[in-house]
C-alpha cells in the first residue's frame, strides 16, 4: 500500500535549492531554535574533534559550530547542493574561507551533498552529530537515527530538533476537505524517543516547545513557507496548478482560527539529545546487556 506523506526527495531538494537564496530573511523560527540548541551545547561538557552539521541548510549553524569548536573539524551536510553553496558563502564572508573547502582536502571544513538517511561517513567517525529542523524531511526515520548512531564515536552526542504534530496545524485543518495530503507528517514526541532507543542511544531527553508565528492573512503562511523552501513534498499531494477556488476555500477555513486580527500559524518543536554509549560486551544471545530508558520533559512556556 503506498504511503500518501512519503517525501517525494527529488521535489524536496529541489524546493530547497530554489530557496537558498531566500532562506536566511524568512527562517525567523529556524534561527530561534538554532540559538536555544547552541544555549544546551552550553551545559554538555564536550570538546568534539569532528562534528556533523546534519541538514546544514545555509550553514548558519555550522559557522556557529566552528566558532564555538575551534579545534574540530566541521562536516557540513545537505540534500540540496544550492544550500551547500550557500553555506560556502557565509562561511567564506565571515573569515572562514580557507577552511571550506572539500572533506577529504584535509581542512577543517567539508561540504557533502548527501541524503541524511544514508550518510556517507566512516563508522565512529565523529564526536558531535548537530541536526535543526532536518529529520522531519527523512521517510525513515529510524534509518537516519542508526545512520547518526553508526557515525558517532562511542560517548558521542547526538543533538537534533524536529517538529512534532501540532506543527501548522491550523492549515492542516483548513486543507482537510481538499482529498488531497496539504502537510507532512510530523512524529510525536514519544515515538521519536522509541525511535533513539531502538537505534542504540542511551537514554534520550525530549522536550517540546511551541511557537505561534501570527500573519495578516494565507498567503503571507504560504509566502514564508516557500521562502525557506518547506514545500509540500508528500506524494499525496494535489498535482498540477489549482484554481482561485481551491485558494478561496483554504482562506475561508483559516478564518476561523483569526484572533485579535492575526492569523496564527502553530510551530510544535521536539527538542532531543542522546548519547551514543560504550559499546557493551555482548551476552549469549548475541544482544547487548543492559535497559535504556527514555525521559520527557514538557516545556510549558
Not at 530554489?18 to 538554532?34: G, P, T
Not at 517540546?208 to 499525496?236: C, P, Q, W
Not at 532531543?272 to 544471545?285: L, V
Request: hydrophobic content about 40%; aromatic content about 8%.
Amino acid at each position: 500500500m503506498n504511503d500518501i506523506y512519503h517525501i517525494d526527495k527529488a521535489r524536496a531538494r529541489a524546493s530547497f535549492g530554489r530557496a537558498a537564496d531566500s532562506y536566511d530573511a524568512a527562517a525567523i523560527l529556524q534561527k530561534q531554535v538554532r540559538d536555544e540548541m547552541l544555549g544546551r551545547l552550553d551545559l554538555v561538557k564536550l570538546e568534539p574533534q569532528v562534528v556533523l552539521d546534519a541538514g546544514c541548510g545555509t550553514g548558519m549553524a555550522s559557522l556557529a559550530l566552528q566558532k564555538k569548536y575551534p579545534k574540530a573539524q566541521v562536516v557540513s551536510l545537505d540534500f540540496a547542493l544550492p544550500m551547500l553553496q550557500k553555506t560556502r558563502k557565509v562561511c567564506a564572508s565571515m573569515g572562514f574561507v580557507n577552511q571550506v573547502k572539500n572533506l577529504f582536502s584535509g581542512e577543517k571544513q567539508g561540504l557533502i551533498c548527501a541524503d541524511i538517511e544514508a550518510l556517507p561517513l566512516a563508522t565512529a567517525s565523529v564526536n558531535l552529530v548537530w541536526s535543526n529542523l532536518a529529520i522531519q524531511w527523512c521517510n525513515d526515520l529510524d534509518a537516519a537515527l542508526q545512520e547518526f548512531h553508526r557515525v558517532l564515536q562511542p560517548e558521542g552526542l547526538l543533538m537534533f530538533s524536529t517538529f512534532g504534530p501540532d506543527t501548522l496545524k491550523e492549515l492542516r485543518v483548513a486543507t482537510a476537505q481538499q482529498n488531497t495530503t496539504s502537510i507532512s507528517r510530523f512524529i510525536d514526541m514519544h515515538d521519536i524517543g522509541d525511535a533513539l532507543v531502538r537505534a542504540g542511544f542511551s537514554a534520550p531527553v525530549l522536550d517540546v516547545e511551541r511557537f505561534t508565528l501570527t500573519y495578516d492573512d494565507v498567503k503571507r503562511v504560504m509566502r514564508d513557507l516557500k521562502s525557506i523552501g518547506a514545500h509540500n513534498a508528500t506524494d499525496g499531494r494535489a498535482r498540477g496548478l489549482q484554481g482561485r477556488g481551491f485558494l478561496q476555500k483554504i482562506e475561508e477555513n483559516y478564518e476561523r482560527f483569526r484572533r485579535d486580527g492575526k492569523l496564527p500559524a502553530t510551530f510544535e518543536v521536539v527538542y532531543g539529545h542522546a548519547w551514543r554509549g560504550k559499546d557493551k560486551p555482548k551476552n549469549n544471545s548475541g544482544l547487548e546487556d543492559g535497559v535504556s530508558t527514555v525521559t520527557f520533559k514538557p516545556r510549558n512556556r
